[in-house]
């Protein structure tokens, strides 16, 4: 069976597709809700991802605290890097959060001590030893993939288990966030977005709501990190380069922003361009080698982005009234 | 004290690189309000018209220079048609502008690698010849680059200065509604900018790229963020101050390493250095250090 037929393939980039969706939820509830041009995300995931895996190898912690810790950490790096630099304009804000992000992942890569360097968690325990994270989280999946088993039979593989996991929490965390932007909470957002100097006038504390806003994106990156260290059992800063936010943002503009449904969608069609390709196996894709595909999907995520805000600003499922790109 | 000296060369060399990448960017963003993402990419695409120049047929180094410049600008001009008027005349703001210079930069950055390789390349010059000058090195790339530099960045400032092509630029840049009501033509004086913009991009990329010795297209996007750090220094929108702002930014990323300088910073965290000095400025001084104090 060629592998676009498989099962075990689209699991797999359903898992990205799901973790990228938890990603980019984060980035809508500051870019497409609250106008915030956040070009550090990737550094909110590998924050989450690191500070987990450093917590269980490095001090032992067990997993599930270790997550959470990891959460709270990414946070705690959101409202550092939003008190001092949420007061400036908006270009100004998106360098300054690049820059940062750029500072995160350099560290990540020279750190060797911490972080285990350039060639990623694996030397986190030291020379000599691999470090795994991630066998409390194996034997959790374990169980969920046994229970599986007794629904779909052998179908019920890894990828398979983590695509219901991952989903599953998509899910929550989607329903969460929209549930939250309908009340005066996220009306606020909005309103910051539409006219930061009204909603001032109104009487609201735009830094705190952009910075509770900058907060909740942190999260949700933090999250992504986390389930992006379960699937790969290792991780290295390469993985977490500016161009992962870039991702999140076509995501967000594909789909279409300041709508919540129409981030899995975007996630969708992303995971499919970006891991669905790589094994498509007759012409033209067939023509180029795996390094020549790689550089087409970052061309063709090039001219989607251009060509959305040429041709379609509001992204697929955007409401015309709320675009964020004008 | 020798070392002194050597940190200072070495800093001259990187800060002349990204002055000249910092005026198009400066300029750019003072009459256009676009944050170019992609000029990084700019220099990228200039050092590999300048590697098939000199690898690809032979040519000279000079000559190789000589066409770098001519298709960057060439680019510059091209992509205001094809892109950014467009953008433009559908009133587009400036989060478009930004995404669409992000879409513009992965396009040209991976058409470079799917053109020229993903192997580092290096130009087909003398790479072992080192000049002594009074206990400091300087390889012949070095000071090819200073010497170039160095007269790219008189020139520009003469032409910005003295010319009427360049008082358009800085009557749009300081007001875009009152230059245009004084009769200066937008369209040209814009189609200009990117055509100076560009050339000066192809000069820095391969400079870079001549000093790195060993490059890939991904230099473009590591430089990016010390271009904007010294246009943020010089203040934005200013072109003089974005050269004085690359200038100093160069000077401070590798004197940072000085043993003096309690041991120095490790090498490895130059660009850390560069990206703190972007961040410090927009918090402390956001107008830049030779910029007017105004609402930023």
Redesign the interface.
Known sequence: MSTIASLQFWAFVGVIAGIYTILALGLQVQFGFT?L?NFGHAAFMAVGAYTMAILVVKAGWPLWGASLAAIAVAIGFGLLLGL??LR?????L???T???A??VR??A??AQGLTGGPVGTIALAGPGEAASYNRDWLEFQRSVQDGLEVVIGENATRDVTMLVLVWAVALVLLVVVEAAVRTPWGRVLKSIRDDEDAASALGKNVFAYKLQALAVGAALAAIAGLFFAFQFSFFSPGDFD??VT?FA?TIV?LGGTARNWAVPVGAVLFGVIFAGTRFFDFPPFSLLDS??RA??R??V??????G???FR?QGLLGKREEM??? | MTELFQLAANGLVTGSIIAIGAVGVSLVYGILRIVNFAHGDYLVFGAYVALAVNVGWNGHIVLAAVAAVGATALLGAGLEFALWRPLRRKGAGLFSLFIAAIGLALVLRHVVFLVGEARPRRYDVDVFQVYDLGGVRLSQSQLIAIGIAFSAIVLVAFLLARTGLGKSMRALSDDRSLAAVAGIDVDRTVVFTWVLAGGLAGIAGLLQALILSAFTPNFGFALLLPIFAAVVLGGIGSAYGALVGGLVLGLVMELSTWDALAGGAPSVYKPVVAFSVLILVLLLRPQGVFGKARVV
């Open positions: 106008g041009l001092p630099t400036l304009r908006a270009d100004y998106a360098i300054t690049i820059a940062f750029e500072i350099y560290v890569i020279n500016p161009l870039f943002y503009i390094g020549e550089y087409v970052l061309i995520i090039g001219l989607v982005l251009i959305l805000v040429l600003p964020v790109l004008e």
